[in-house]
């Protein structure tokens, strides 16, 4: 999760386990606007086996529809299910299988990508492959219900325009959302967790480490500068932060909970 920054120096901020291994969210974000309600990322999802899941050591008691109904919702009332990009921990969700059929998770949303990015996923590079599984993509294709973003047009979404990052994986999406007098930006990969501020702290995922760091500049160095809420996907304690410039470059500025602005 951290690339070549040494573990004695990484653990700090996310300490390992017996097994190695840090303890990490699928936080996924909710936008409710008049009879539109948008998913942003729906998690790693419950259909593959107990071998797949074996490698994961999922814990907690949170799930995608338990918290939807806490939020006094279902599957169903989702009307656009935005996927940031096609890893199976960020869309697994989005598609479930019932009597050995697939279906969509969300019956009434349309599921969102971009050409570019649906290219990339669907004639996997050997490095990706086992990050995009052909049963959490294809059957939203066969559904009739997936729409694309377009990088030279404006967003489609009256709720937030879009920063796509390449760094990571091609064409990632990145939701840049306003609220009220706020922008609140969810970070999917660029950055997932506030361990991962300093710029050098690249994900060894990443499949190219030096855009990475470019996109990471220009994006916290804007977030400081006017002030941007950072919404972390996959940080396991903190929900939010704001970061500011300093000597040593960006840094931690606060974290707070997302209940905290709204």
């Known amino acids: 999760m951290f690339g070549v920054v040494p573990k004695g120096i990484w653990q700090?901020?996310?300490?390992?386990?017996?097994n190695n291994l840090c303890n990490?969210?699928?936080?996924?974000?909710?936008?409710?606007?008049?009879?539109?309600?948008?998913?942003?990322d729906n998690g790693i999802g419950t259909k593959q086996d107990a071998r797949f899941f074996s490698f994961y050591f999922l814990n907690g008691d949170d799930t995608l529809s338990k918290s939807l109904n806490k939020a006094g919702?279902?599957?169903?009332?989702?009307?656009?299910?935005?996927?940031?990009?096609?890893?199976?921990?960020?869309?697994?969700?989005?598609?479930?299988?019932?009597?050995?059929?697939?279906?969509?998770?969300?019956?009434?949303?349309?599921?969102?990508?971009?050409?570019?990015?649906?290219?990339?996923?669907?004639?996997?590079n050997a490095r990706e492959k086992a990050s995009f599984l052909k049963e959490n993509i294809l059957p939203i294709q066969e559904s009739g219900q997936l729409k694309f973003t377009s990088l030279n047009e404006a967003s489609p979404f009256s709720q937030f325009d879009i920063f796509y990052a390449s760094g990571h994986t091609d064409k990632m999406m990145i939701p840049m959302i306003r609220y009220k007098d706020k922008t609140?930006?969810?970070?999917?990969?660029?950055?997932?967790?506030?361990?991962?501020?300093?710029?050098p702290y690249v994900m060894g995922y990443d499949t190219r480490p030096l855009l990475t760091l470019e996109e990471k500049e220009r994006f916290l160095t804007e977030a400081a500068e006017k002030n941007y809420i950072l919404f972390l996907e996959h940080d396991p304690v903190n929900e939010c932060c704001t970061v500011k410039?300093?000597?040593?470059?960006?840094?931690?500025?606060?974290?707070?909970?997302?209940?905290?602005?709204?």
């Open 12 to 18: 700090r901020t996310n300490p390992a386990d017996e």
């Open 245 to 262: 410039q300093t000597e040593k470059g960006i840094r931690l500025d606060q974290t707070f909970s997302l209940q905290e602005i709204v």
């Open 184 to 199: 609140i930006c969810f970070m999917a990969d660029l950055l997932p967790s506030v361990g991962h501020i300093p710029l």
């Open 24 to 40: 990490w969210a699928m936080r996924c974000l909710l936008i409710e606007d008049g009879n539109q309600l948008v998913l942003i």
């Open 73 to 124: 919702f279902s599957q169903d009332d989702v009307t656009d299910m935005f996927l940031t990009h096609l890893h199976f921990d960020h869309c697994g969700g989005g598609v479930v299988v019932e009597n050995g059929k697939s279906k969509l998770a969300f019956k009434n949303a349309h599921y969102w990508s971009n050409e570019e990015h649906w290219k990339w996923a669907t004639i996997p």
